[in-house]
């Protein structure tokens, strides 16, 4: 088993979890329901994925879970070039 809380990315993502916190504060409240939430949990399916994988007993279950919150970083970062395009927030 792995500690998560001693990973570099993982205190990284974590972090950036708590800045698109701030982030979706700004972006319009006809949003709360569609690209808030979805912007939300694609981050914080970051660390928690990671996080779920340093509890796996094997570096096969840990790769898997790293795949996956590759997946989510994509996710994310498509929601954030659609966010900046409706200009609900700034480069």
């Not at 698109?20 to 979805?38: F, G, N």
């Not at 996956?68 to 609900?88: M, P, Q, R, T, V």
Request: glycine share 4%; with cysteine.
């Amino acid at each position: 088993m792995r500690d998560f809380k001693k990973y570099d990315v993982w205190n990284l993502s974590h972090k950036f979890v708590l800045k698109i916190y701030d982030v979706t504060e700004r972006v319009p409240a006809k949003e709360k329901y569609q690209l808030i939430p979805q912007m939300q949990r694609a981050t914080y399916s970051i660390p928690s994925n990671f996080s779920e994988g340093c509890g796996r007993d094997s570096d096969k279950d840990f790769n898997r879970f790293i795949q996956i919150c590759l997946g989510s970083a994509h996710e994310l970062e498509y929601f954030i070039l659609l966010a900046k395009d409706l200009n609900y927030i700034s480069e």
